[in-house]
């Protein structure tokens, strides 16, 4: 349960695949324009509900609420190994000197 | 819907960018762009001031002597340029776009706008936010997110967090030069102005770059650059960079594009879309950007490569990842890597130029979640893509293989010939414009845009209308 004026992240369809313009590859023609934009919930409601919100630029918008509190996914990655000797071979150059 | 918005077009964008593109019109392909610079965007000495109230510019011109070290000792005796690089990343936001986002920010409180809407993926995105929240304007960024199983890129994703942060409303959307539909359908909801990357605003913001390389380096080294060294994608970076050049009478110092070489990648493809290592600066805006600038959100483009580029290369994404390992590692620099495009090429031009000479790089962007290497290449290979070390030009292959180097010495440029480009830009005009007759103006214009001479143009048509 989400309470009024909880951040949260609302999900709607922008073009239906049918709608989309013209000029696409195959693969992007045959799914639909998706949208998803966080901000202020208007009312009480539950995940997969139909739901309003207030924008950090102050619009009102509607969208079926997917998120509560949304987590920024992306982060550091891991170790890479194809890289991690490029430092210390570059330095073992310059050391020669 | 689509189509009643997109038909609306050129009456929202006008109300939207404030700038009434007819007057510069001058017949069929021409139109006057030197009076579309001078009379819709402002000075030189008015930008410096409008960028020194928002704290944008004037950023250091570092020595990169580690690196230029290391690449002498694979240049031949007496070769190996001196490497500087503009740290673009001292801006605000974090980038070079911070100045392409003060003029219009500017412009656009000026002329009472209450807020500003920027569609870009890039770091465009958080120099706008920030530069509204500078100056007390809303603000709403566009950006092409996720595929359609709802994976984001990384970089883009941060981007998106960046400009959250600066207080903007994001928008986020799946793969698809829809994207400015639904721009368009903001701008006429909001009223508000239209931030375009490719407005004079957008254009005359950088030319204070330019402008510095060229002063800095005179007060440093008593001389002007003699290659400065721009990573290439919509334009605008090569146009603005030149013009401030030539505005502070580096005439001589010659401009090299650079782009990351996605060839081979769809742009506008869900599959393609989280395939790709980094989402500017590469080919796929750089070669049709340079050769039909026109295909933008305004009416005309005032980035504009091809009048300005003296050469164009390529270099892989594996090189750029190298590259930044290096710069981080030897220099003490942690920047982002879609940035660091034009110093990958740097270390490999600079093995053919004199010791004495000089390269500027002019820009870095800042870095961190999302953008690293790290995290570029673990997405990556969670998307199947293969990471290995090996030849970086021959082993590369752009949505399939990224190959990284081992040492400075791999690290080289793919030439894209500026000839190949003009014919490109002769196919397009005569594609778009449907007509088989050109009037001189037209044909000078064309000159103009294409920095060649009038018979250059004659020749060129000839050719591509004897084909059409």
Redesign the interface.
Known sequence: MAKRGDWVKVHSIVLKAEERSSHLPEDTKKVPLEMWINGFLAEDAKLGENVEITTLSGRMVKGTLVEVNPRYTHDFGEPIPELLRIGPSLKRILEED | ??EDVMKRRGEIVKRAVGVDYSKFEIEGVAFDYEKMMKEAAYSLDEIREIQFETQVGNTPLVELK?LT??VR?YSPSGKGARIFLKDEAANPAGSFKDRRASVSVYHAKKKGYK?VIAATSGNYGAAVASQAAKRGL???VVQE??D?H?V?Q?EI??KG?AC?AY????????????LF??TLKLLD??GYFDASLYTPFGIAGIETLGYEVAMQMKEREGKFPDVVLVTHAGGGNVTGTARGLKLAGANETKVVGVSVDLRGL?M????DFNRKSFTTGHTGFGIPFATFPDRVDVPRNAARALRYLDRYVLVTQGEV??TT??L???EGMMRGPAGNTSLTAALAMAREMDEDQIIVVQETEYT???K????????AKKMGVV???GDPIEEDKPGEVIA?P???EQVAVIEYPIEKLRKSYFKEIVKIYGKREYSDVEMKFMSEDTHTTFEDVKANLKEVLELW
């Open positions: 819907m689509y580690n070290k290391l000792k807020g809303r603000c709403i997110t996720f359609s709802h984001g990384p994703l941060e967090r959250e207080g903007a409303e994001v928008v986020q959307l799946t793969v698809g030069p829809e539909y639904y909801e909001t769809h506008a493809s869900d599959r990842f190298f390992e290096a981080a590692q030897v961190g979640a999302g690293l290497p790290s995290a570029q290449l673990t997405f990471v290995k070390n990284i081992e040492s400075i």
